[in-house]
C-alpha cells in the first residue's frame, strides 16, 4: 500500500482516493529530533487518546475518523502490529496552519511574553508569572515546517494564507474545542495548558477536525493536585523527556541510547494520561 508520508511519529498510507490509514509509531521526538529508542506502547497510547477525544467533541466538530476497528481495515493492515494504533480516516485537504491554543502561559509563550510582553502578536496582561493562566484561551498558530521548526505566525498571516473567513472559523472552533475539553480533563485531574490542532476541509467545504487530537505529543499536561504559579510545571506529556535531555546536555548530533529508567518513567506518564482521561486501564 502506498505510503504518503512518514513523520515524526506518524505513518500515513494511502488507501484509495478519499481514505487514508494513519498507523501510530512508538518512535519520540525531542526537540525537533527522533529519539534513538521507541517507548512501548506508547503509539497505541496516542491512538487511544484521540479517539477518545474525537468521540467526546464530535456532537460539535466534525472529524474524520471511519474506524478505529480492525475489521473495518483494508486488508494489508488487518493484522495484530496495527491493532489499538491505527485509524481509517477520510483524505482531508489540509490546512497549511497549526492551530496552536493557549490557556496558561508557559514554554515559548512565557519565554515571549517575558521579552516584550506579547505572544504571537497578542498583547497580554501586565504582571503575569510563569505557568499563570490566561484571562481567556488565545489562538497562536505557526506555520507547518517540513524540516526544522514551526514559525509562529499573527492571525492578520493566518488570513493571509487561508482567508479571513476561514480563519475565523478556525480561531474560534479551535478555541471551542480547547475550552470544553480542558474544561473536562480538569475534573479528571489534569490540566491541559495549551495544546495543537489540525484542521481540514471535506469534499463539501466543511472544517474537520483531523491528525491527533490533545494527546500527550500535541498537548502541555499538568497534574492538578501539584499545580503552582509561578515556576514551571511537573507533566504527563514529553517534557520529562525533554528536561532529561536538556539536564544531560544529550547531543543530538551525536545521539546516545536513552537509559531504560527514563523510558519506562515517559511511559508511565503516557499511560497515566490515559487512565485518567478516559477512566479505562490500559
Partial sequence: MKKISSGKVREIYEVDSDK????VSDRISAFDVILPNQVPDKGKVLNRISEFWFNYTNDFVKNHVISTSIEDF??????????????????LKMLPIECIVRGYITGSGWKSYIENGTVCGI???K??????KLPEPIFTPS???????????????????????????VRDTAINIYKRCAEYALTKGIIIAD????????????LVLGDEVLTPDS??????DEYEVGRSQKSF???YMRDWLKRTHWDAENPTPIPDDVINTTRAKYVEAYERLTGKSF
Wanted: proline share 5%; hydrophobic share 30%; aromatic share 8%.
Fill in 127 to 132: 504582571g503575569l508569572q510563569e505557568s499563570q
Fill in 237 to 239: 506529556d514529553k517534557q
Fill in 143 to 169: 506555520t507547518k515546517a517540513t524540516e526544522g521548526h514551526d514559525e509562529n505566525i499573527s492571525f492578520e498571516q493566518t488570513c493571509s494564507l487561508i482567508g479571513k473567513d476561514l480563519a475565523t472559523k
Fill in 195 to 206: 495544546t495543537k490542532f489540525e484542521f481540514g476541509l471535506d469534499e463539501n467545504g466543511d
Fill in 123 to 125: 498583547t497580554l496582561p
Fill in 74 to 91: 483494508p486488508d494489508e493492515f488487518k493484522k495484530p502490529e496495527f491493532e489499538d494504533r491505527s485509524m481509517l480516516v477520510k483524505k
Fill in 219 to 224: 498537548s502541555r499536561f499538568w497534574p492538578a
Fill in 20 to 23: 487514508l490509514m494513519l498507523v
